[in-house]
Each structure stands twice: as structure tokens, then as C-alpha cells.
């Protein structure tokens, strides 16, 4: 997470930038009694399908985290204010052994720029 923030001149007129990181996280407990790899593939392809699933058009759907941010690229504050997604996307997967646990974490980070 990160603020940019640029003066626009006198007055106080600020124009904010703000970097934002979305994770989601799931983790698959003590193996199930086994490490089996088709078990550690099944949760990592259930976190992209939560990150950036797809419709069978090939649009992204609605109920994903990329679904949800692109339906709203343009955020309203207040009646005299909004905030625009601006910017490439980047999304990555990390995994790791935690224990007995194997964790999965997907990460989206992207830019608001508040447009006033």
C-alpha cells in the first residue's frame, strides 16, 4: 500500500494516488494426512478461478476479485467526487509450506486515482 499525492496548485487543490494490494489466501491443512501434488493443484486452480475466473464468453466473472474491480473502475466518494482504477493490473501467486499446511496466497495490486 502507497499514497502518491501531487499539488495541483494553490488552494490545497490535491490529487491523491493510491496503491492497493487485494490477497486472498487459502491453505490446505496437514496435507490431508499426504502430501499429494493433485491436492496442493486443486487449491492453487481454486485460487486463480477466485483471482480472475472467467465466463465461458471469456469475459471475467462477476463473482472473482478481478470481476469485482473491473465492474467498478470508477468509485464514487461523494456526490462532487470519484476515484478511477487507473493503470495495468498485477496479480501473482505464491505458495509455501507453513508447518503442515500449505498456503496459497493470489495478490492483485493496482492504482486509485482520485479524480476530483
Known sequence: MGSKITNRGTGGMLSGEYSVAVSI???LKKYLGQKLD???LDHIKDVVVRMEGRNDDGTLASDTVLGVLHDNLQLTISETRRADIVGDWD??????????SYIVVATVMFTVKRMD
Request: a negative charge; aromatic letters at 6%.
Open 38 to 40: 493433485k491436492e496442493i
Open 25 to 27: 489466501k487459502t491453505s
Open 91 to 100: 496479480i501473482s501467486y505464491e505458495e509455501s509450506d507453513l508447518g503442515e
